[in-house]
C-alpha cells in the first residue's frame, strides 16, 4: 500500500513538474515576444550614474515643480501616478521619477541604502535643472523624502506625505509575523504566479486584473498593456528585493531624524492604517519640525489613498502650497 500511495504521489509531482516547465515556457516566450512593446513607451531618459533612469514631466508651462515618488514595488510609477499628475499639473509641474529598478527604468545592481537611492533621485532632479521643488511621497519613498530634505534643505520648499512610511514604524506589529517579512512573502508569492505565467493568463482579456491603478481613470489601450507587461515581466526584480531587504538598515539609520524647521510638511494618513497601528498618526506627527504650515490629515480609506481620495488630495494641496 505505501509503494502504491508513493508512486501516485511521484507521478502527481512529475505531472506537476511538466505543467510547471511548460507554463514558465510559454511565459518566457511571451515575455520576449512583448519586451518590444514596452521599449521609449513613455517619458524621457535621464543618465545617472551610467544607467538609465526615466522621467515622465506633466504641466511642464507651469512655474511650481512637484517631485512625485512611489512606493515599493510600483511596477510603473509614471502609470500608476498618472491620474494624480494630470489633476495636479493644471497649477504645477508635476515630474514622476522611476528609481532604479522601477517601471522603465535600468536595474543599477547598486545596493539600496537610503543615501545611495537618494543621491541617485537627487543627481536626476539636478540634471533636469530642478533646484526649488516640493517632494511627493508614497509609502516607503517618505523615508527617503525625509532623508532627502536633511541632505538639501536648501532645495526642498515642502514634502507631502501620501500615507509614507516614517521612522519608527516598525516599533509596532499589529500582526504575528513583521511588515516587512509579510511583504517579502507577498513579492515571492507574486513573483512565483508571473514567472509560471498564472498572471498572464488571468489578464489575457482583462490586462486591468494584471495591474494595480486608479479603476476610475480612462486609461488608453496602450498604456494598459505597458502597465500590464510591466507588472508582469519586470515588477519585483533584483534592485526591489535589494531594497525590501535594506528596508529595516534604512529606517534604523533615520530613527530620530525630523524634517527640516524651514520644510513645512503635509501629511495625508491612512484611516485604515490608523486603525491597524496605533501610533501611525502620531508617528506622521513626530517628523514635523516647522509648525506654521505643516499638517497632518486623516484620510478614510487604504494605503493607495492617491486611487481613493485623489479629488481631496489635490483640493489640498492646492489650497497648501498658496498658503
Same mark, same amino acid.
Request: charged share 25%; aromatic share 10%; proline share 4%.
Given at each position: 500500500?505505501?509503494?502504491?500511495?508513493?508512486?501516485?504521489?511521484?507521478?502527481?509531482?512529475?505531472?506537476?513538474?511538466?505543467?510547471?516547465?511548460?507554463?514558465?515556457?510559454?511565459?518566457?516566450?511571451?515575455?520576449?515576444?512583448?519586451?518590444?512593446?514596452?521599449?521609449?513607451?513613455?517619458?524621457?531618459?535621464?543618465?545617472?550614474?551610467?544607467?538609465?533612469?526615466?522621467?515622465?514631466?506633466?504641466?511642464?508651462?507651469? %512655474?511650481?515643480?512637484?517631485?512625485?515618488?512611489?512606493?515599493?514595488?510600483?511596477?510603473?510609477?509614471?502609470?500608476?501616478?498618472?491620474?494624480?499628475?494630470?489633476?495636479?499639473?493644471?497649477?504645477?509641474?508635476?515630474?514622476?521619477?522611476?528609481?532604479?529598478?522601477?517601471?522603465?527604468?535600468?536595474?543599477?545592481?547598486?545596493?539600496?541604502?537610503?543615501?545611495?537611492?537618494? %543621491?541617485?533621485?537627487?543627481?536626476?532632479?539636478?540634471?533636469?535643472?530642478?533646484?526649488?521643488?516640493?517632494?511627493?511621497?508614497?509609502?516607503?519613498?517618505?523615508?527617503?523624502?525625509?532623508?532627502?530634505?536633511?541632505?538639501?534643505?536648501?532645495?526642498?520648499?515642502?514634502?507631502?506625505?501620501?500615507?509614507?512610511?516614517?521612522?519608527?514604524?516598525?516599533?509596532?506589529?499589529?500582526?504575528?509575523?513583521?511588515?516587512?517579512?509579510?511583504?517579502?512573502?507577498?513579492?515571492?508569492?507574486?513573483?512565483?504566479?508571473?514567472?509560471?505565467?498564472?498572471?498572464?493568463?488571468?489578464?489575457?482579456?482583462?490586462?486591468?486584473?494584471?495591474?494595480?491603478?486608479?479603476?476610475?481613470?480612462?486609461?488608453?489601450?496602450?498604456?494598459?498593456?505597458?502597465?500590464?507587461?510591466?507588472?508582469?515581466?519586470?515588477?519585483?526584480?533584483?534592485?526591489?528585493?535589494? %531594497?525590501?531587504?535594506?528596508?529595516?538598515?534604512?529606517?534604523?539609520?533615520?530613527?530620530?531624524?525630523?524634517?527640516?524647521?524651514?520644510?513645512?510638511?503635509?501629511?495625508?494618513?491612512?484611516?485604515?492604517?490608523?486603525?491597524?497601528?496605533?501610533?501611525?498618526?502620531?508617528?506622521?506627527?513626530?517628523?514635523?519640525?516647522?509648525?506654521?504650515?505643516?499638517?497632518?490629515?486623516?484620510?478614510?480609506?487604504?494605503?493607495?489613498?492617491?486611487?481613493?481620495?485623489?479629488?481631496?488630495?489635490?483640493?489640498?494641496?492646492?489650497?497648501?502650497?498658496?498658503?
Amino acid at each position: 500500500m505505501r509503494k502504491k500511495t508513493f508512486k501516485i504521489i511521484k507521478r502527481v509531482f512529475f505531472v506537476l513538474l511538466v505543467i510547471a516547465a511548460v507554463l514558465m515556457s510559454w511565459n518566457f516566450v511571451c515575455k520576449k515576444t512583448e519586451q518590444p512593446k514596452i521599449e521609449g513607451a513613455y517619458g524621457s531618459i535621464v543618465e545617472v550614474n551610467g544607467h538609465d533612469m526615466v522621467v515622465s514631466t506633466e504641466g511642464a508651462e507651469n %512655474e511650481t515643480t512637484i517631485i512625485l515618488l512611489p512606493g515599493w514595488g510600483s511596477a510603473s510609477p509614471v502609470l500608476e501616478f498618472l491620474p494624480l499628475a494630470k489633476e495636479l499639473s493644471k497649477d504645477y509641474r508635476v515630474i514622476t521619477i522611476e528609481p532604479f529598478g522601477y517601471g522603465l527604468s535600468d536595474q543599477s545592481g547598486e545596493e539600496r541604502g537610503i543615501s545611495q537611492v537618494v %543621491e541617485e533621485l537627487h543627481e536626476c532632479t539636478r540634471k533636469l535643472g530642478c533646484d526649488q521643488y516640493y517632494l511627493m511621497a508614497h509609502s516607503l519613498s517618505g523615508l527617503y523624502s525625509l532623508y532627502w530634505a536633511n541632505a538639501y534643505p536648501e532645495e526642498v520648499q515642502g514634502f507631502i506625505g501620501i500615507d509614507p512610511s516614517v521612522p519608527k514604524q516598525s516599533d509596532e506589529e499589529p500582526l504575528p509575523i513583521s511588515m516587512v517579512t509579510l511583504n517579502r512573502l507577498s513579492a515571492y508569492f507574486q513573483k512565483l504566479s508571473n514567472v509560471l505565467g498564472f498572471t498572464r493568463i488571468g489578464s489575457i482579456r482583462c490586462p486591468e486584473k494584471a495591474v494595480y491603478a486608479d479603476v476610475s481613470y480612462p486609461y488608453s489601450k496602450r498604456e494598459l498593456e505597458v502597465f500590464r507587461i510591466l507588472s508582469m515581466d519586470f515588477a519585483y526584480n533584483s534592485d526591489i528585493m535589494n %531594497e525590501l531587504k535594506s528596508m529595516e538598515d534604512n529606517l534604523e539609520s533615520i530613527r530620530d531624524m525630523k524634517f527640516p524647521a524651514n520644510v513645512p510638511v503635509l501629511q495625508f494618513v491612512s484611516g485604515d492604517n490608523c486603525n491597524l497601528l496605533k501610533s501611525w498618526e502620531l508617528l506622521h506627527r513626530e517628523v514635523i519640525t516647522e509648525t506654521d504650515r505643516s499638517e497632518v490629515l486623516r484620510l478614510e480609506g487604504g494605503h493607495y489613498l492617491h486611487f481613493e481620495k485623489k479629488e481631496e488630495i489635490v483640493e489640498k494641496v492646492r489650497d497648501w502650497i498658496q498658503k
